[in-house]
T-cell receptor
Framework: GAVVSQHPSRVICKSGTSVKIECRSL??????MFWYRQFPKKSLMLMAT?????????EQGVEKDKFLINHASLTLSTLTVTSAHPEDSSFYIC?????????????FGPGTRLTVT | GESVGLHLPTLSVQEGDNSIINCAYS??????FIWYKQESGKGPQFIID?????DKRQGQRVTVLLNKTVKHLSLQIAATQPGDSAVYFC????????????FGSGTRLLVRP
């Protein structure tokens, strides 16, 4: 149980375009989802916390107008990278918590490799 | 700000030997610590966790030790196998209600055949 999927797994886009990444909890309802960014050989950096039905909370230094997050349902959160540039190329990973009863448990998706040309 | 760090960026061990991966954390008030394994091109995979009221917890072939006095966390892997080759991250849960994970910088474990 507690499987999180991401789509697409890899995406290549041209500079200036926008790309949407989906994060789904497949067998549970996720009240909270987190979005991370990871550069090569680096650790995960939290970008934002997404709660169903409310606005995402962004970490300091993360541009909310560039990284649009929508958590429309208890099983789906989306991250849209708007007007992408080569420096946005990265590995984006989402995670989801099972619920308030076990808020410490985060289950991670397989990640999305974004390459901006 | 607070951070979680690791002493060794790369650890190379012989297959069958035991591995020890270390982590130092800075927030003495953190209540919960987790070790994750990340294989290339994949998301982190939960290995084992420990609460601050414990100093040791064992799983299958893995043991986590917590020393709150020196704010040190370690992951021990017994009889290391080639499939254990990956990057290992420690993480701590922030003590506010957001339950945000603070990740360490990671250690790459290489298992020699």
């Amino acid at each position: 149980g507690a499987v999180v999927s991401q789509h697409p797994s890899r995406v290549i886009c041209k500079s200036g375009t926008s790309v949407k990444i989906e994060c789904r909890s497949l067998d549970f309802q996720a009240t909270t989802m987190f979005w991370y960014r990871q550069f090569p050989k680096k650790s995960l950096m939290l970008m934002a916390t997404s709660n169903e039905g409310s606005k995402a909370t962004y970490e300091q230094g993360v541009e909310k107008d560039k990284f649009l997050i929508n958590h429309a349902s208890l099983t789906l959160s989306t991250l849209t990278v708007t007007s992408a540039h080569p420096e946005d190329s990265s590995f984006y990973i989402c995670s989801a918590t099972v619920g308030r009863q076990r808020p410490y448990e985060q289950y991670f998706g397989p990640g999305t490799r974004l390459t901006v040309t | 700000g607070e951070s979680v760090g690791l002493h060794l960026p790369t650890l190379s061990v012989q297959e069958g030997d035991n591995s020890i991966i270390n982590c130092a954390y800075s927030n003495s008030a953190s209540d919960y610590f987790i070790w994750y394994k990340q294989e290339s091109g994949k998301g982190p995979q939960f290995i084992i966790d420990i609460r601050s009221n414990m100093d040791k917890r064992q799983g299958q072939r893995v043991t986590v030790l917590l020393n709150k006095t020196v704010k040190h966390l370690s992951l021990q892997i017994a009889a290391t196998q080639p499939g254990d080759s990956a990057v290992y991250f420690c993480a701590e849960i922030g003590m506010d209600s957001s339950y945000k994970l603070i990740f360490g910088s990671g250690t790459r474990l290489l298992v020699r055949p």
